[in-house]
Antibody, heavy 122, light 110 residues
Framework: QVQLVESGGGLVKPGGSLRLSCAASGFTFNDYYMSWIRQTPGKGLEWISY????????YYADSVKGRFTISRDNAKKSLYLQMSSLRAEDTAVFHC???????????????WGQGTLVSVSS | QSVLTQPPSASGTPGQRVTISCSGSTSNIGTNYIYWYQHLPGAAPKLLIY???QRPSGVPDRFSGSKSGPSASLAISGLRSEDEGDYYC???????????FGGGTKLTVL
């Protein structure tokens, strides 16, 4: 069955960096677009970034553009999120999600991981 | 503030039917499919409804979805205690070129 397991979260100071990883199994990883989505009690779910199946296309929400970088290693069936210049408002649970094509330019999650907690505080 | 609008809470007694609404605009729900997710405590979010009204295999037919213009709804019939959790709607937004989500509805089974 499809499994997505995130790791790499933790406590980091404002301005610091962190790299999240997502290990995928149970499906042909290089067939799917993948995404990072974060969840906070106050703002709910927020799409952060997604990447095409080959890795050639990368898209970011304005809130993280220029600070976060998404990447993937299809040989290792892994998705990554390199986060830098972290701010207190980046504190959230970060979920890795597989995206399903839904027509036109539409891609929405069909499987999610449980998430990894990132806390940004001094 | 979420792009899609959901009521923050909903409740019902076992066996009842509950409906959760999701309101958007012509740039998201009005133009594209709506998806619904269930997030139970301690678990990963799970896809309940895709392409407005389709259920993935394994999702009971107690769950149903519908869409009309820029609004959608999720109905849960024969409510069970294990349905208690958070429910989110999502759609692709053509203006933002990305997925947008509702703020979530916390369902309580009384």
């Amino acid at each position: 069955q499809v499994q997505l397991v995130e790791s790499g979260g933790g406590l980091v100071k404002p301005g610091g960096s962190l790299r999240l990883s997502c290990a995928a199994s149970g499906f042909t990883f290089n067939d799917y677009y993948m995404s990072w989505i974060r969840q906070t009690p106050g703002k709910g779910l927020e799409w952060i970034s997604y990447i095409s199946n080959s890795g050639s296309g990368r898209y970011y929400a304005d809130s993280v553009k220029g600070r976060f970088t998404i990447s993937r290693d299809n040989a290792k069936k892994s998705l990554y999120l390199q986060m830098s210049s972290l701010r207190a408002e980046d504190t959230a649970v970060f979920h890795c999600a597989r995206l399903a094509y839904c027509g036109g330019d539409c891609y929405l999650p069909d499987f999610w991981g449980q998430g990894t907690l990132v806390s940004v505080s001094s | 503030q979420s792009v899609l609008t959901q009521p923050p809470s909903a409740s019902g007694t076992p066996g009842q039917r509950v409906t959760i609404s999701c309101s958007g605009s012509t740039s998201n729900i009005g133009t594209n499919y709506i998806y619904w997710y269930q997030h139970l405590p301690g678990a990963a979010p799970k896809l309940l409804i895709y392409r407005n009204d389709q259920r993935p295999s394994g999702v009971p037919d107690r769950f149903s979805g519908s869409k009309s213009g820029p609004s959608a709804s999720l109905a849960i019939s024969g409510l069970r205690s294990e349905d208690e959790g958070d429910y989110y709607c999502a759609a692709w937004d053509v203006s933002l070129s990305g997925p947008v989500f509702g703020g979530g509805t916390k369902l309580t089974v009384l």
